[in-house]
T-cell receptor
Framework: SQQGEEDPQALSIQEGENATMNCSYK?????LQWYRQNSGRGLVHLIL?????REKHSGRLRVTLDTSKKSSSLLITASRAADTASYFCATTFFGNEKLTFGTGTRLTIIP | GAVVSQHPSWVICKSGTSVKIECRSLDFQATTMFWYRQFPKQSLMLMATSNEGSKATYEQGVEKDKFLINHASLTLSTLTVTSAHPEDSSFYIC??????????FGPGTRLLVL
């Protein structure tokens, strides 16, 4: 079964608002990554956060990781229409490069 | 960032035929490549891990005789769907790793089996 569960499954917000997506996983991880996928396209790597990190920023993206709760969140600030896409978290385990993907969140930004 | 290409981007074939999908890392050497499949509105499911010069490691439930993987060089891995059937219709995505742990994904190949 898939490692990660994402919440919400779908999210629609007005352009300019902030979007928050959450990811929960089941076992200890080495790192957690967030990817974006536009409809029918490949995945774009957004950000990687290691198990010993709690927060990372990249432009309008902010990722947090709480290993005690086995959860992560992705915040997109000042959303734009171009942010409309599906967002996936993915985890790796120590000594293993395999990615296990979450169920994904479909984000729609309403102009 | 690193670039991974896939060819073809889409393919339509008749049931019973075989289809080969190529995955190339264009500007880096990838010792490991991964193959995923994705059904509509679902997440990616790992099919197999491909290491250059060795046999691929398949995930549980993936038929290795049906999904043949070859990783002949550090920049090329191929996935051949043998004797394709309509239920094999899906979006197939490859990725390649760099020493920095990040996986870079190809644009995907949409397969439709009639």
């Amino acid at each position: 079964s898939q490692q990660g569960e994402e919440d919400p499954q779908a999210l629609s917000i007005q352009e300019g608002e902030n979007a928050t997506m959450n990811c929960s996983y089941k076992t200890s991880i080495n790192n957690l990554q967030w990817y974006r996928q536009n409809s029918g396209r490949g995945l774009v790597h957004l950000i990687l956060i290691r198990s010993n990190e709690r927060e990372k920023h990249s432009g309008r993206l902010r990722v947090t990781l709480d290993t005690s709760k086995k959860s992560s969140s992705l915040l997109i600030t000042a959303s734009r229409a171009a942010d409309t896409a599906s967002y996936f978290c993915a985890t790796t385990f120590f000594g293993n490069e395999k990615l296990t993907f979450g169920t994904g969140t479909r984000l729609t930004i309403i102009p | 960032g690193a670039v991974v290409s896939q060819h073809p981007s889409w393919v339509i074939c008749k049931s019973g035929t075989s289809v080969k999908i190529e995955c190339r890392s264009l500007d880096f050497q990838a010792t490991t490549m991964f193959w995923y499949r994705q059904f509509p509105k679902q997440s990616l499911m790992l099919m197999a891990t491909s290491n250059e010069g060795s046999k691929a490691t398949y995930e549980q439930g993936v038929e290795k005789d049906k999904f043949l993987i070859n990783h002949a060089s550090l920049t090329l891995s191929t996935l051949t769907v043998t004797s394709a059937h309509p239920e094999d219709s899906s979006f197939y995505i490859c990725s390649a790793t760099t020493p920095k742990e990040t996986q870079y994904f190809g644009p995907g190949t949409r397969l439709l089996v009639l």
